[in-house]
């Protein structure tokens, strides 16, 4: 049997870096064998890859940190219930590979009813969405919350997360042709970026008291201006950098807020087991109940395309999957 994982050796472009490559097999007692099947390009992938994280990323490096999977093989006897199930094998090395050995303490089980280009998706986003509402906000019924890049895949999950507990989104966007439907998705509010006009919008609709909070997914003078529309006390979450270009630091920590950049994998790396697998089975209950949509409509490469889908995926344009199915299989997707 044999593993082909795309791996990095270097830091670089992701289409210029990233290798198909094979790799042995060692199943140790106590994990499982999964054969992965689908996995999403995600921004927080192809950041290491270009080196922004270099001094804590050892190379060579599978890349993905998420995907979904099918148990083919076990260790251990009593844990042969598990073959077929379906699984987020999560807290290991790279997920773009096609196969996985994974500690079966930590494998997050896909309930029945959650197809799979959900599935491998439920990690990097709605946690991390989950988690900050949840746990970093401390938003209060009616607290506006405001986000840049508003039709990204996580601001989607944001807004959506607001009809849940009870908060207000003002989404900020860069073409007219978002407003409607993030509007319909449950915005309240969604502004069209301009350097100028931006934050007189927000604050006017605030009747001038800002927001509650702010999650900056772009960086450079949006970020700023997204940090100058926040409240006293009120606190500035950085969770990406699509612009390419750093906030003011130095600026923002004038400001009579709280600001960060926040970090899923600090979260990942303390959570006991019982807490991982609880954020999880929360999010599978809202996707279950209807309450929580991802976006399932998105190309989907096979893993010998792989450079075809990084060009793709540097564009920012849209999601990606790769299908991650073993070459020597049918490359469909079950």
Known sequence: MKNHCLIYRAFGLPQEVVQ?????????QGEVLVKMLVAPINPSDLIPIHGAYAHRINLPQIAGYEGVGKVIQVTDPQDEQMIGQYVLPLRGEGTWQTYHTVPKSELVIVPSSVDLLTAAQMYINPVTAWLICTKELNLNKGDHILLNAGNSSISRIFIQLSKILSFKVIAIVRHEKYKEELTELGADLVVLWDEETTLPQILAYTKGKGVRAAIDQVGGKSGETM?????????????????????????????????KVYHLRHWADSVSNEEWQKQFQQLFR?????????????????????RQALVEAEKKKRKIFLNLMPLECDNQIE
């Open 20 to 28: 198909l490559a094979e790799q042995p097999l060692s199943l140790r």
């Open 286 to 306: 809202l996707v279950e109940e209807g309450q929580l949509n991802l976006l399932t409509t998105a190309p989907v490469y096979p893993i010998s395309e792989y």
């Open 227 to 259: 940090a100058r529309a926040i409240q006293p006390y009120g606190k500035f979450v950085a969770i990406g950098l699509l612009s390419g270009q750093q906030v003011d630091w130095a600026f923002i920590q004038t400001l009579p807020i709280q600001a």
